[in-house]
């Protein structure tokens, strides 16, 4: 920026001074009267140029804090939640590995992003902020790295349904979560709001880098990346509308959750918020009128009290009423005016709201509720039952709403030639017949290596097919369970110049479109060890802490070329030392 211009003049006594020394035309001396509003005027320049200075330092400062924030939320995530829940499923099998792999899906990558270059990136800048005022370079240079949300924004879903369907499903697992989010750093928010952060942080970092550049000077150094940046972090944030709209919907739930005290569970993907909000119920009794508070969601209406003596809690739930079987009938009359009749399964109550607007409104509400759900209960009921075909569930066999809660009727083994799952033929040697203990199918050894917890067993696990597996767990078998060993498969893999980062899988050499890409932050790379039990020569594996990717290549120059590419010190952002051309090796994948 440019520093105020230095003015040079004489000063004189008034218009018709001639004191001593002076000389010169008019214009080149400053009478006295006018020294106050030119000092006044330049004071006012350099404070222009301060503050535009201080305004833009503060922006900075503020994405280094909330990035340090943001980074403790990652830490949170995946080496607090994650890793405790791994460690139960792996020591005592109290849930499946997968359903763990399936909530918390590539965080470990994104937090190992943040920790190990965007947060001391940051840092570093800000300490020399004053030799280098700028933040456009390193968010242009990272910024395509944050293409690895992507797939944490389309997993979220699931992830959410999987975190309510254990909760309900697994003591060990509702116990894990509880235990974590009732310490300190949790802040008193459920694990669901932490995993809230990541797909919040993108649009996060747009809104702050639009607030940035309206604040730089269009000739200011920064200007042109800053920019650049920003057009690479909007087509980021692109990806995440639809999940953030979610979010916001996820945000309400939980906020409404936290007003219940936890009492009651909606917190679900399922779950939408229609209307909540104070209102009277009359007394069958009496006919006094009591101030509740009402809250309608998509499959329920919770009829709630104040509980004012308890803290962090304002409202305990009363009663439910599930939408399914409800009515609505208006009872105003001219001695209790205002009022109208929810009847449902479980309860009737009569109430009354303060004005006709807002009677109104809350009719309207729970009208287009009742109609919504009647309208899709046949669909749901449809898609609930549409994972198996009806033509091959054996008679007096579990539908899919009763599965792993009855046992089946197992069909005998003689009737059956071919697998029912993959088709192929029985022998007594290599394909053996082998009974679904959730279905009752008779299936071979490759389609019945999954075990699940069978509610009508004790709970113990059972060998089941891989349909009953997915049905029952909630999530589909991890590649590295679909295969009997380690299998190996080959492929072709890139890491690009300009992508220092990612490893692009390929199924052939003259393809242009990866199958697969792999974010490399947070791997490691090293020679196998004897507990890997490694057949194959000139091998390689790298390795964090939820998955292990194995590679097998043609020569030994080719091993050393990958383990020297793929080692962190040579991972950093540019410079790429070691450029290899399309390189066809064979893979194997770990989930741990």
């Not at 920026?1 to 010169?24: E, I, K, W």
């Not at 969601?297 to 809690?313: A, T």
Request: charge should be positive; include cysteine.
């Amino acid at each position: 920026m440019s520093r105020p211009r230095s003015v040079r003049a004489q000063v004189c006594q008034g218009p018709g001074c001639q004191g001593p020394g002076l000389s010169g035309p008019r214009s080149d001396r400053i009478c006295v009267e006018d020294l106050d509003s030119l000092s006044l005027s330049l004071s006012l320049s350099d404070q222009s140029q301060l503050s535009v200075q201080q305004r833009v330092f503060n922006i900075a400062n503020e994405l280094l804090h909330t990035e340090k924030a943001y980074v403790s939320r990652l830490y949170l995530l995946d080496q607090v939640f994650c890793s405790s829940l791994l460690e139960e499923a792996r020591s005592r099998s109290s849930f499946p590995l997968d359903v763990v792999m399936g909530i918390f899906s590539n965080i470990c990558s994104i937090y190992c992003f943040h920790q190990q270059f965007l947060l001391p990136a940051l840092e570093k800048r800000m300490a020399e902020w004053d030799l280098n005022p700028r933040i456009g370079d390193i968010l242009q240079k990272l910024a395509p790295f944050l293409k690895m949300y992507g797939e944490y924004v389309k997993n979220f879903d699931r992830a959410m349904e999987l975190v309510n369907t254990w909760m309900e499903r697994s003591s060990q697992f509702k116990a894990i979560v509880y235990h974590i989010q009732r310490e300190e750093r949790c802040g008193n928010l459920t694990l669901q709001h932490h995993m809230l952060e990541p797909v919040q942080r993108i649009p996060r970092y747009e809104l702050l880098l639009k607030d940035y550049l309206h604040r730089l000077p269009g000739d200011h150094d920064d200007f042109k990346d800053a920019q650049k940046s920003l057009e690479l972090i909007a087509t980021a944030a692109e990806h995440s509308n639809t999940a953030i709209r979610k979010m916001e919907r996820m945000r309400k739930l939980l906020k409404v959750y936290e007003l219940l005290g936890g009492e009651e569970d909606i917190v679900n993907p399922t779950n939408e918020l229609i209307k909540e909000g104070h209102i009277l119920k009359l007394s069958a009794k009496n006919g006094t009128s009591q101030d509740r508070y009402l809250i309608l969601f998509n499959d329920r209406l919770l009829y709630c009290v104040p509980k004012l003596r308890l803290i962090g809690q304002k409202f305990g739930v009363r009663a439910r009423i599930d939408v399914d079987g409800m009515e609505l009938k208006e009872s105003s009359s001219i001695n209790v005016p205002r009022t109208f009749l929810v009847s449902g399964k479980q309860r009737s109550l009569e109430l009354q709201t303060r004005t006709e607007e807002e009677k109104r409104d809350w009719i309207q509400a729970i009208q287009a509720t009742i109609q919504r759900h009647e309208q899709t209960l046949a669909t749901f009921h449809h898609l609930n039952c549409s994972l198996r075909d009806e033509d091959y569930t054996p008679p007096n066999s579990p539908n899919c709403n009763e599965l792993g809660k009855r046992a089946p009727t197992p069909i005998r083994e003689k009737e059956v030639t071919l697998c029912m799952k993959c088709q192929e033929p029985f022998n007594s040697i290599t394909k053996r017949r082998h009974h679904c203990k959730a279905c009752g199918h008779v299936v071979c050894g490759k389609c019945s290596e999954f075990r699940a917890r069978l509610l009508y067993d004790n709970n113990r696990a059972n060998r089941v097919c891989i349909d009953c597996y997915t049905t029952l767990v909630g999530v589909p078998p991890s590649p590295a369970s679909l295969t009997t060993g380690r299998g190996w498969q080959k492929a072709w893999f890139v890491i690009p110049e300009n992508e220092p980062l990612v490893l692009y899988i390929y199924g052939a050499p003259q393809d242009v479109k990866a199958q697969r890409s792999v974010p490399l932050i947070g791997f490691e790379v090293s020679l196998p060890e004897s507990c890997d039990r490694m057949e194959r020569r000139f091998a390689f594996k790298i390795s964090q802490s939820h998955l292990t990717l194995y590679f097998s290549a043609d020569g030994e120059e080719l091993q050393r070329r990958w383990t020297e590419v793929l080692s962190p010190r040579n991972r950093h952002p540019p410079p790429y030392h070691f450029p290899l051309p399309k390189s066809m090796l064979m893979m194997s994948c770990l989930e741990h």
